[in-house]
Nanobody, 128 residues
C-alpha cells in the first residue's frame, strides 16, 4: 500500500516562498511518476508540476518560473519549492504518484486521472 504524506504548507504573504514535501513509502517499483496538484474551494483539482524517475519535469503555465519540483536521490521524498507566491496560489496541495503511464506525455503528467495514489493534502494560503 503506497503512502504519501505531505507537509510544509502554511500561510504566507504575497511574494513569499514555501517548500512542500511529500514522503512516499510502501512501494518497491523503480519507475515512478510523481506530481503536485492543487484544489481551491469550488474548483477542480489541477496539475501543478510533475517529475519522472529520470528527472524530467513538467509544469503548468501558471507556475512556470515560480515553482520547482524535485526529488531526493532515493526518490522517496518529493519537493515543491514555491516562490513569488500569489493569492491565486491559495489551495490544498496534494502529492500524487503513479507506476504506470502517467509520465507518458505532458497532458497525462498534469492530469489528475493519470494518478492512482494520493496524499491527504497540505493547505497553502497566500494573502495579499
Amino acid at each position: 500500500q503506497v503512502q504519501l504524506v505531505e507537509s510544509g504548507g502554511g500561510s504566507v504573504q504575497s511574494g513569499g516562498s514555501l517548500r512542500l514535501s511529500c514522503v512516499a513509502s510502501g512501494y518497491t517499483y523503480s519507475k515512478i511518476c510523481m506530481g503536485w496538484f492543487r484544489q481551491a474551494p469550488g474548483k477542480e483539482r489541477e496539475g501543478v508540476a510533475s517529475i519522472s524517475s529520470s528527472g524530467s519535469t513538467a509544469y503548468a503555465d501558471s507556475v512556470k518560473g515560480r515553482f520547482t519540483i524535485s526529488q531526493d536521490n532515493a526518490k522517496t521524498t518529493l519537493y515543491l519549492q514555491m516562490s513569488s507566491l500569489k493569492p491565486e496560489d491559495t489551495a490544498m496541495y496534494y502529492c500524487a504518484a503513479d507506476f504506470g503511464g502517467a509520465c507518458a506525455n505532458y497532458a497525462t503528467r498534469l492530469s489528475r486521472y493519470s494518478y492512482h495514489n494520493w496524499g491527504q493534502g497540505t493547505q497553502v494560503t497566500v494573502s495579499s
